[in-house]
């Protein structure tokens, strides 16, 4: 059975520049071992990049040894469901990209708070 994103349809990718996702297969995918629920397709904004920063997730910084970029302003990234609550919560979510964002991302936060700061697409 393929995954599903929070609108029930198919999980679409979320970002293969940077590559993304958990198992870093370009896809906010999620499993039992993914404990911090990294299910929430995000489009990094500079106000989200330092408020991560700010609680001990520096996601801006490169780390080369994990294979990982640092991330900047209209990147795309899958997110701890907790931390775009909780950013949510300070007026600094990034913005969602629905189709993206996986079906389990529901368990932690409401659909109507993720449609509500769907990135908008022409």
């Keep these: 059975m393929s995954a599903k994103n929070v609108l029930g ?67 795309r990234w899958c997110l701890c469901a907790a931390r775009w609550r909780e950013a949510a919560e300070a007026g600094l979510a990034p913005p969602v990209i629905l189709e993206s964002t996986h079906e389990r991302a529901l368990e932690v936060v409401a659909l109507a708070d993720l449609e509500y700061h769907a990135l908008q697409t022409a």
């Design 9 to 75: 349809g198919p999980l679409a990718p979320c970002s293969q520049d940077p590559v993304t996702g958990f198992f870093r297969d370009g896809c906010c995918n999620t499993s039992s071992e993914d404990y911090g629920s990294h299910t929430i397709c995000a489009q990094m904004t500079d106000a989200f990049l330092a408020f991560s920063k700010s609680r001990g997730n520096d996601l801006s910084t490169p780390n080369p040894e994990y294979r990982f970029p640092g991330l900047k302003a209209g990147d």
